[in-house]
């Protein structure tokens, strides 16, 4: 084959010396020049103008008024996280929902207890939905086998990859990935925000997302952006790429976002399509990710033609169960290769935690609306302003926006800001 010839043409310039081998000098050099070249196709280019700024950056009088979006707020729980879910519904009711009240969607694989029932009724004054979810959308489809599964989710476990050893986690991603979308609660409404347990927030959202989403023509709205476990998915990115690839998706700078390219020149660059996250071409998935535990969302998107053939691909593939694909890679990466870049919002104005991470804008100077009566009836004392801030009366510490490295959220932010720190361009051609 060419690159064994190339090879030992090499080897026997190595024994004879550099200095007496122009042919080498001429051989690296046009090496150099493909590989710049190659890396040089995946470059996501500088916009002209911002394509995704703050809806809003100071606060607004909530306009209860207002026409509402067909939409709904979801969360899937156990009857269980009772005291967790009312953290979460109570937080965001303080924060937006006492004003929009937008319904809200409660979804279990059991039946739900009357304890959860009557505590969550409690913490909204918007109206609450019920729903249990099939055992057919939850549980092992049939064309998997349940004694594989387990064997390969109980070696997972034990190598230590994160939540895998957890068979209904698994079930949770790939719920997540793909039949939630047809779950027949949600069949009536456009758009939904997703909302865990446990999470708090910290902003107030004096403005309807649900409706400036729609007026901007977004797709799909996050607040965190950070890297995916590698362990959790190598094989996730191949299967992706190779789906693109057979529909014919071009790349966009949104999808090129995501893609680390290979600095292995032709013809040994190929051959790193044996390793994790790489496509049939050897480059590779950067493992950033939209944290999905926080999106709003179109369902039309993830309901359309596309997605769902994505998702019936992947499902058959299997590794849902042996591996552990989350459904915040799949959808970051079915979001990158399908949307317009302009269609990803960035929710910086919202301050959001859950688990250990968070996002806490910093208070917009001069935009906090203090003669408001509406708004100083649930908070009349805010952190700091700050120049350049774009948050409503938060109620965290500004001065450090995220706990997380932030190259994650560059890059992926990238397509849509003429902003870019130094030290993103860096990664961006080296890395």
């Known amino acids: 084959m060419l690159h064994h010839r190339v090879w030992q043409r090499l080897q026997r310039v190595r024994r004879r010396g550099v200095h007496n081998s122009p042919a080498l000098l001429i051989i690296l050099f046009a090496a150099f020049v493909e590989i710049t070249f190659h890396a040089f196709r995946f470059r996501v280019p500088v916009p002209s103008r911002e394509l995704d700024t703050p809806f809003y950056s100071t606060c607004q009088e909530p306009d209860v008024a207002a026409p509402r979006e067909n939409a709904a707020i979801v969360m899937l729980a156990r009857n269980s996280e009772v005291a967790?879910?009312?953290?979460?519904?109570?937080?965001?009711?303080?924060?937006?929902?006492?004003?929009?009240?937008?319904?809200?969607?409660?979804?279990?694989?059991?039946?739900?207890?009357?304890?959860?029932?009557?505590?969550?009724?409690?913490?909204?004054?918007?109206?609450?939905?019920?729903?249990?979810?099939?055992?057919?959308?939850?549980?092992?489809p049939e064309f998997i086998n349940e004694d594989d599964a387990r064997a390969s989710m109980k070696s997972q476990g034990e190598q230590g990859?994160?939540?895998?050893?957890?068979?209904?986690?698994?079930?949770?991603?790939?719920?997540?990935?793909?039949?939630?979308?047809?779950?027949?609660?949600?069949?009536?409404?456009?758009?939904?925000?997703?909302?865990?347990?446990?999470?708090?927030?910290?902003?107030?959202?004096?403005?309807?997302p649900f409706r400036e989403m729609a007026r901007h023509n977004k797709v799909y709205g996050f607040t965190i952006a950070l890297p995916e476990v590698g362990d959790t998915c190598?094989?996730?990115?191949?299967?992706?790429?190779?789906?693109?690839?057979?529909?014919?998706?071009?790349?966009?700078?949104?999808?090129?976002?995501?893609?680390?390219?290979?600095?292995?020149?032709?013809?040994?660059?190929?051959?790193?399509?044996?390793?994790?996250?790489?496509?049939?071409?050897?480059?590779?998935?950067?493992?950033c990710h939209y944290w999905s535990n926080f999106e709003i969302a179109d369902l039309d998107f993830f309901r359309g033609e596309q997605y769902q053939s994505l998702f019936q691909k992947l499902d058959r593939d299997g590794g849902f169960y042996y591996e552990r694909w989350g459904d915040a890679p799949v959808h970051t990466l079915a979001v990158n290769m399908l949307a317009k870049p302009h269609q990803v919002h960035h929710f910086a104005d919202i301050g959001y935690r859950h688990d250990s991470f968070y996002q806490c804008p910093a208070n917009a100077l001069g935009g906090q609306l203090p003669e408001s009566k509406t708004l100083n009836l649930v908070n009349e004392t805010w952190m700091p302003e700050i120049d350049g801030g774009v948050g409503c009366r938060c109620e965290c510490d500004g001065r450090q926006t995220r706990n997380i490295n932030n190259y994650c959220h560059d890059r992926l932010r990238a397509p849509n800001t003429m902003r870019r720190p130094w030290s993103t361009w860096f990664l961006e051609w080296f890395f």
């Open 234 to 287: 190598p094989s996730l990115f191949r299967k992706v790429s190779d789906w693109k690839e057979s529909q014919n998706i071009p790349s966009t700078s949104l999808w090129n976002a995501g893609i680390s390219a290979s600095w292995v020149p032709w013809p040994f660059r190929s051959h790193l399509k044996f390793l994790s996250h790489r496509d049939r071409h050897g480059d590779g998935w950067n493992l």
């Open 84 to 140: 967790e879910a009312r953290r979460s519904v109570e937080s965001l009711e303080k924060h937006f929902n006492q004003w929009f009240k937008y319904p809200i969607v409660f979804l279990n694989d059991e039946p739900w207890s009357d304890h959860f029932i009557h505590t969550l009724n409690a913490s909204t004054s918007a109206e609450t939905i019920f729903e249990y979810v099939p055992k057919q959308e939850w549980l092992f």
């Open 161 to 208: 990859i994160l939540y895998a050893g957890k068979e209904t986690y698994h079930h949770m991603c790939r719920f997540f990935s793909g039949y939630f979308y047809q779950v027949e609660a949600l069949k009536k409404y456009k758009w939904y925000w997703r909302l865990e347990p446990d999470v708090d927030f910290s902003c107030y959202i004096t403005y309807d």
